[in-house]
């Protein structure tokens, strides 16, 4: 089982930057491959970013390639999204997910674990 819990949240102005980072609980969380997920109002959750375990590879939802860095740190159980030149559409609660899964798997919503979110507010 992992427990997650996302922290980094905030209001910034547009083209400013965050960086989001969630923590797992369990010992098993390298052999997770990790996502981050976004909700605006109104809207279905949206794929942004996911590692694989090792944190070799990384891919991106084409609306943050360039703007946005998924990475993780296994020895701290920690993975990050560091967003820089933040828009008012990033606007959103961000969720982080965890899955022992394929990367297109997750992209398509299948994770097992969620976190609880955090909110992204970006003033233009």
């Known amino acids: 089982q992992v427990q997650l819990g996302e922290s980094g949240g905030g209001l910034v102005q547009a083209g400013g930057s965050l960086r989001l980072s969630c923590a797992a609980s369990?010992?098993?969380?390298?052999?997770?491959?990790m996502a981050w997920f976004r909700q605006a109002p109104g809207k279905e959750r949206e794929f942004v970013a996911a590692?694989?375990?090792?944190?070799?590879?990384?891919y991106y939802a084409d609306s943050v390639k360039g703007r946005f860095t998924i990475s993780r740190d296994n020895a701290k159980n920690t993975v990050y999204l560091q967003m820089n030149n933040l828009k008012s559409e990033d606007t959103a609660v961000y969720y982080c997910?965890?899955?022992?899964?394929?990367?297109?798997?997750?992209?398509?919503?299948?994770?097992?674990?969620w976190g609880q979110g955090t909110q992204v507010t970006v003033s233009s």
């Open positions: 997910g965890a899955a022992q899964n394929t990367i297109a798997a997750m992209q398509r919503g299948n994770i097992e674990h």
């Open positions: 369990g010992r098993t969380f390298s052999t997770y491959a």
């Open positions: 590692v694989s375990w090792s944190g070799g590879m990384t």
